[in-house]
């Protein structure tokens, strides 16, 4: 799969999640905002290792690990 669509992809699910928390549809401890956010950063982070773009590597997967914290421990 092209790396242009699966960046597309994870940042069109990051902005979901953003959307629907700032407009209280979900509060931060949503199991559907924090798993939009993992898998969202993942793909976006998969996306850009693939382009060789190494800080949005750094910046996703971190985002995707910590959301993944989030997952495990505080969501509800």
Do not use: C, Q
Not at 3 to 26: C, E, K, P, R, T
Not at 36 to 49: C, F, H, Q
Not at 66 to 75: A, D, Q, R, T
């Amino acid at each position: 799969m092209d790396a242009n669509l699966i960046a597309s992809l994870g940042v069109g699910l990051l902005l979901l999640a953003f959307f629907m928390h700032l407009f209280s549809f979900w509060n931060r401890e949503d199991k559907r905002y924090i798993s939009l956010n993992v898998v969202g950063a993942g793909l976006a982070g998969y996306a850009s290792y693939s382009i060789g773009f190494m800080p949005f590597v750094i910046l996703n997967f971190t985002w995707a690990l910590v959301g993944l914290y989030g997952f495990f421990h505080h969501s509800k």
